[in-house]
């Protein structure tokens, strides 16, 4: 996963959540004109135990989000709306040489891409 996201077990603020935090507390004046993938951190407890529980599973695996992938854009609105309180950045700023599409071009590298299916 690129970023997870959701409850954390430390008390420190971990890489992934202040990436959230950053907006929330006026440290960033402006967003990436950007997309980022986003997983809840149970749901990346579930592929661990998934993985580790398969007899069949051996070598190195690559979880990507398949579907869960917000642009910049789309997370400050959110933030916003939950945070209205809060200075969340309501500017984008380009980055130079970011590929917004690198899930994409990762996928045809996969030796195995099976998505993800929720069953709860």
Known sequence: PVLVQGPALQPAVNASLTHVLKYLDGSAKTYANAVQAYVHVRDTAAAHVLVFESPAAAGRYLCVADGAVLHREDVVTILRKFFPEYPIPS???????????????????????????HTR
């Open 91 to 117: 500017k984008s700023v380009v980055l130079i040489g970011h590929r917004s599409d690198d899930i994409a071009l990762l996928r045809p590298s996969l030796s195995l891409f099976q998505p993800c299916q």
